[in-house]
């Protein structure tokens, strides 16, 4: 989207007025109508950023994605399988407030349009941190940890592993190392 800073701060109203609305009542029941007043916004201008409310809720919240591309990545040196990065578990705790939203835009195996962008960003990410590290198969094994953590996360949002973030953290930390330490020829 464009540089813009009054486009970028219309749109930055829109998401937060999403997020508004979706802390009171399922996406399927938000309204462009409801939304744009709630943003003391014209109808007109939500049209001119997003085709639809679909649109809008994954701009939303492509900062999960962000989020969580970065703390998969909070490491350096040698990492310990008995302590994820605090950012991970941050990240985990984090995304409660808005999981209802989330469930839309990410489905059960990690699906659904927030699933894709979020399988993408993370794959790119660990191809390029294998490739930069001399690490073998780097395609594999970044396909492999980002549908794991997309498909993991997914269900996890959707009550199918039951676990505290606390502990999803650690378990997703013990499964993605094994990905990386997996003996590859």
């Known amino acids: 989207?464009?540089?813009?800073?009054?486009?970028?701060?219309?749109?930055?109203?829109?998401?937060?007025?999403?997020?508004?609305?979706?802390?009171?009542?399922?996406?399927?029941?938000?309204?462009?109508?409801?939304?744009?007043?709630?943003?003391?916004?014209?109808?007109?201008?939500?049209?001119?950023?997003?085709?639809?409310?679909?649109?809008?809720?994954v701009d939303a919240c492509a900062e999960i994605v962000r989020d969580a591309v970065e703390a998969l990545h909070a490491w350096r040196g040698v990492p310990d399988p008995a302590?994820?990065?605090?950012?991970?578990?941050?990240?985990?705790?984090?995304?409660v407030a808005h999981a209802a939203l989330y469930r839309t835009l990410l489905r059960e195996g990690g699906g659904g349009p927030l699933g894709v962008l979020l399988h993408r960003e993370l794959r790119a990410r660990s191809h390029r941190e294998r490739e930069l590290a001399g690490a073998p198969a780097p395609d594999l094994i970044a396909s492999a940890v980002a549908a794991t953590f997309t498909g993991v996360l997914g269900d996890w949002l959707h009550d199918r592993v039951p676990?505290?973030?606390?502990?999803?953290?650690?378990?997703?930390?013990?499964?993605?190392?094994?990905?990386?330490?997996?003996p590859l020829p």
């Open 1 to 57: 989207m464009s540089g813009d800073p009054r486009a970028e701060r219309t749109r930055d109203r829109l998401r937060r007025a999403l997020l508004e609305e979706c802390a009171e009542r399922p996406l399927a029941e938000v309204s462009v109508a409801g939304l744009v007043r709630r943003a003391g916004l014209g109808r007109a201008t939500f049209y001119l950023h997003y085709p639809d409310l679909d649109a809008l809720a």
């Open 83 to 95: 302590a994820p990065p605090a950012a991970l578990t941050e990240f985990f705790t984090g995304i």
């Open 163 to 182: 676990a505290t973030p606390e502990s999803m953290a650690e378990q997703v930390w013990r499964l993605l190392l094994a990905l990386h330490m997996t």
